[in-house]
């Protein structure tokens, strides 16, 4: 085990606010429990969930720092007592519920994956949060499989350019909608099937000319509102609505009959609150079924720009401007 720092850099703001309170402060290294393993981070992904965190509207849940970050990639430096094998100086990758905007963080150790010699560790930060929440949401939930057409809305995001690639793995057409002509010839270029610009098109006539009238086996959605009845219009005969975010309104009136008669699914899910045990079952899951594509090179994140950790409050403004295509990452070398 190596010799630690007692405290170390992290951006960890007392006050909600804009992008300006993200400064760097000091903050102790975080003690490793039983099933624990310590990370030296090296690079951490730039997340929806942080804006809102740092604005005052998604606290971390019980027992997570109040650190910012959701996701990193990373040396293993310490180990938890019930942590099987050493891991000690092993390259990996981490979904954590909070603190991944520091020097180092904590996590359950069955929610770390190792780092092929295909990603880069700023590639590795940038896949977790992305990728557990397209897997769990569009394949788990929404029960996507080979052949099927999907909806899914913000197509250049970092949840959007995940699905479209996993799509092209897994045999879906996925469809998307982002918001200029730009991010729609991005979309189609990363291997959308269609991209929509939802600012000129109406998205549901679209999806019905696309589809033959067919409609979409699955929507995933990270707008609600007034999406959502929308949204229903695009799906088929017992077709799925995941609902994975509230951007547009956290409340929908939708048509109860015709969910009745075209037998349609409402779902959805938040990943950050759920336990370490569900996060190491799909970390498991991942590793079997999607990993070996990671290894092989044939999946890796969409990247956008990197910024150095003391500009955090840069990073969270370049997602606030709605202009990036992929993952922001956050280095600390």
Not at 40 to 69: C, E, H, M
Not at 91 to 112: D, N, R, S, T
Not at 196 to 211: G, P, Q
Not at 304 to 325: I, K, S
Request: proline share 6%; charged share 20%.
């Amino acid at each position: 085990m190596q010799d630690l720092p007692a405290t170390m850099r992290a951006i960890d703001p007392d006050a909600a606010g804009g992008p300006e309170v993200l400064t760097i402060v000091e903050r102790p290294v975080p003690e490793v429990r039983a099933d624990e393993v310590l990370i030296r981070v090296v690079a951490a992904g730039v997340n929806r969930p942080d804006v809102l965190q740092r604005k005052g509207g998604y606290p971390p849940p019980p027992g997570a720092p109040s650190i910012l970050g959701l996701e990193v990639s990373g040396t293993v430096v310490a180990q938890g007592d019930d942590v099987s094998g050493s891991m000690i100086g092993q390259p990996v990758c981490a979904l954590v519920a909070g603190g991944g905007y520091a020097e180092y963080v904590a996590v359950a150790a069955g929610q770390v994956l190792p780092v092929p010699h295909a990603l880069s560790m700023v590639e590795a930060a940038a896949l977790p949060e992305t990728l557990f929440t397209v897997w769990t949401n569009l394949f788990e939930r929404g029960y996507a499989t080979e052949g099927d057409s999907v909806l899914v809305h913000g197509g250049t995001s970092g949840i959007g350019t995940m699905a479209i690639a996993l799509g092209s793995i897994f045999g879906l057409s996925v469809i998307v909608t982002a918001g200029s002509d730009d991010k729609c010839a991005a979309a189609s270029a990363l291997g959308a099937a269609h991209a929509i610009n939802y600012k000129t098109e109406d998205f549901v006539a679209r999806v019905k000319d696309i589809t033959g009238g067919a409609g979409c086996a699955v929507v995933l959605d990270m707008v609600g509102g007034d999406y959502v009845a929308r949204n229903l219009q695009c799906l088929a005969e017992d077709g799925r609505h995941v609902s994975i975010a509230v951007q547009g309104g956290a409340m929908a009136t939708i048509p109860i009959f015709e969910i009745m008669r075209r037998r349609l699914t409402l779902t959805g899910s938040t990943l950050r609150a759920r336990d370490a045990s569900f996060k190491a079952l799909v970390a498991d899951e991942l590793h079997r079924t999607v990993w070996p594509h990671v290894e092989a090179g044939r999946l890796k994140p969409i990247l956008d720009r990197t910024f150095p950790l003391a500009e955090a409050a840069a990073a969270h403004r370049r997602m606030e401007a709605g202009d990036h295509v992929g993952k922001i990452v956050l280095t600390l070398d």
